[in-house]
């Protein structure tokens, strides 16, 4: 009889096929950090009051923090040779499974279309500097989409580009991530020296602290879940990609060597490149795309402006693509590959008009970022407690693919827990997503450590519900 839990695009990876070392792994971190968003991190922590160094401390903070997650759920990838989807599956059932996997797979969806939008841009503002579109005359808004009909097609153009590599699989990922990673890192050093050069020298880079600065910690806890929000999403599905790599060695280290380091420094760019902007051009110019569009060398911005391109095309693949298509693809493993999982995120990306979301910086982070955070939080909590603590990172493989097996349908205290966890920040995700207080502050402030409330609830509550059950694997371990 056919099973249809499995396909071979969500299969275990065979030993022989786990041919990733972490280097690897190092590349797709930075391939997927320096990207349009990463630079533009620090911009909503400076407009709220931070001075240039407690936001680059923030960032590397909550990069230090989602990489615990992201070691943790990587392991079980690498061991296992299973994605996320299928991890799932121990701990919330064979079909409950589902739930997390298309939660993953939806703002996964979202940030393809931010993504996709941002790409667009570029290749909208290319077209300005060769001279092929007007963009000052390009002003007549279409109505139903929000944006001009220029606009529209060069967000058209990225999402092909993007589409076609989606076509071609995972090992067009993988090549894409090696090669773009070092011309992306060099790319960011050019803009700083450029704007080095262009002010004078690094110190002159730099605002001055203001004389009466706003107070440090209730802007720092906020700001800090919206970076670990940043990527909450890989911190899931991590898995999806260190079930290639060919030791838990290689899968922890290229983590740590790529995810941190490479965030930290772009968006330290970004700061020194901003600030230095003011001084140029008498005002901040947040946006790398606009930025690059002033430069007077029509060479410079054409070769700057592809730059961003790619960068936004490997950050968009890897991060946006890879999880949904796995997810999708878990829905009815016999009817849909990886291939049809990721056709189906393209066309989401269009269907929600992503622009209308990015170019509102407060809803960008307080209701996107801290928001899925919320809810994907919760969900590793659970999953990481299930593995660790309660499995000891034993899990049954063959049973994993196996509807009548031990893990059978939907484990429903496993829903209790995520309910109860998502719970206690819905009151807050509402009053940001509505900008009305339809609940007391005190659920505003609880918002602000959303992720951490989640995966500290859910571990916790997982791990007492789940007693009996780690007794019976230590027992049978034995």
């Known amino acids: 009889?056919?099973?249809?839990?499995?396909?071979?695009?969500?299969?275990?990876?065979?030993?022989?096929?786990?041919?990733?070392?972490?280097?690897?792994?190092?590349?797709?971190?930075?391939?997927?950090?320096?990207?349009?968003?990463?630079?533009?991190?620090?911009?909503?922590?400076?407009?709220?009051?931070?001075?240039?160094?407690?936001?680059?401390?923030?960032?590397?903070?909550?990069?230090?923090?989602?990489?615990?997650?992201?070691?943790?759920?990587?392991?079980a990838g690498t061991k296992y040779g299973i994605p996320f989807p299928v991890l799932a599956r121990a701990s919330?059932?064979?079909?409950?499974?589902?739930?997390?996997?298309?939660?993953?797979?939806?703002?996964?969806c979202g940030w393809f279309g931010i993504q996709?939008?941002?790409?667009?841009?570029?290749?909208?503002?290319?077209?300005?500097?060769?001279?092929?579109?007007?963009?000052?005359?390009?002003?007549?808004?279409?109505?139903?989409?929000?944006?001009?009909?220029?606009?529209?097609?060069?967000?058209m153009a990225f999402w092909v580009l993007n589409f076609v590599i989606v076509l071609q699989g995972i090992d067009c990922i993988k090549w894409l991530e090696s090669w773009a990673a070092p011309f992306l890192i060099a790319m960011g050093?050019?803009?700083?020296?450029?704007?080095?050069?262009?002010?004078?020298?690094?110190?002159?880079?730099?605002?001055?602290?203001?004389?009466?600065?706003a107070?440090?910690?209730?802007?720092?806890?906020?700001?800090?879940?919206?970076?670990?929000?940043?990527?909450?999403?890989?911190?899931?599905?991590?898995?999806?990609?260190?079930?290639?790599?060919?030791?838990?060695?290689?899968?922890?280290?290229?983590?740590?060597?790529?995810?941190?380091?490479?965030?930290?420094?772009?968006?330290?760019?970004?700061?020194?490149?901003?600030?230095?902007?003011?001084?140029?051009?008498?005002?901040?110019?947040?946006?790398?795309?606009?930025?690059?569009?002033?430069?007077?060398?029509?060479?410079?911005?054409?070769?700057?402006l592809i730059a961003l391109t790619i960068a936004t095309l490997s950050t968009n693949i890897a991060a946006n693509v890879v999880s949904p298509a796995n997810g999708f693809a878990n829905i009815n493993p016999r009817k849909i590959s990886f291939r049809t999982g990721g056709i189906i995120t393209c066309v989401i990306g269009i269907v929600i008009m992503p622009w209308r979301l990015y170019n509102d910086l407060g809803d960008y982070i307080f209701t996107w970022l801290i928001g899925y955070s919320a809810l994907l939080g919760p969900i590793a909590g659970i999953m990481i407690c299930d593995y660790f603590f309660v499995r000891r990172m034993r899990l049954n493989n063959d049973a994993l693919y196996d509807a009548a097996g031990e893990y059978r349908g939907f484990r429903w205290t496993t829903l209790f827990v995520l309910v109860v966890a998502v719970a206690p920040n819905l009151p807050g995700f509402i009053n940001a997503a509505f900008k009305i207080e339809y609940f007391p502050d005190i659920f505003n402030q609880l918002y602000s450590y959303a992720w951490f409330v989640g995966i500290t609830m859910s571990f916790v509550l997982y791990g007492i519900l789940n007693l009996g059950e780690r007794n019976r694997v230590q027992s049978s371990s034995m």
């Open 1 to 75: 009889m056919t099973n249809h839990l499995i396909n071979p695009d969500i299969a275990p990876v065979p030993t022989e096929n786990q041919t990733w070392n972490k280097w690897h792994l190092a590349a797709l971190w930075i391939g997927m950090s320096v990207c349009i968003p990463t630079y533009m991190l620090a911009a909503s922590m400076i407009q709220a009051g931070m001075t240039w160094w407690q936001s680059v401390l923030t960032v590397l903070l909550g990069n230090l923090i989602v990489l615990v997650p992201m070691i943790l759920m990587g392991h």
């Open 92 to 108: 919330f059932g064979t079909k409950g499974a589902h739930i997390p996997a298309i939660a993953r797979s939806l703002v996964a």
């Open 116 to 155: 996709t939008w941002i790409g667009g841009f570029a290749i909208y503002q290319v077209l300005g500097v060769l001279g092929c579109v007007d963009i000052i005359a390009d002003t007549a808004v279409v109505p139903f989409l929000g944006i001009t009909s220029m606009q529209f097609y060069c967000f």
């Open 189 to 213: 050093l050019a803009m700083l020296i450029w704007a080095a050069v262009k002010v004078g020298g690094v110190a002159q880079m730099f605002p001055k602290a203001p004389e009466n600065p």
């Open 215 to 304: 107070p440090f910690w209730p802007m720092f806890f906020p700001q800090l879940t919206a970076m670990v929000g940043f990527w909450a999403t890989l911190s899931l599905n991590i898995p999806d990609f260190t079930r290639y790599c060919k030791s838990q060695r290689d899968q922890a280290f290229g983590q740590l060597i790529g995810l941190p380091t490479t965030m930290t420094l772009f968006s330290f760019i970004g700061i020194a490149v901003t600030s230095a902007t003011i001084v140029i051009y008498g005002s901040a110019i947040w946006d790398p795309i606009l930025l690059v569009g002033k430069l007077g060398s029509t060479t410079a911005v054409v070769v700057s």
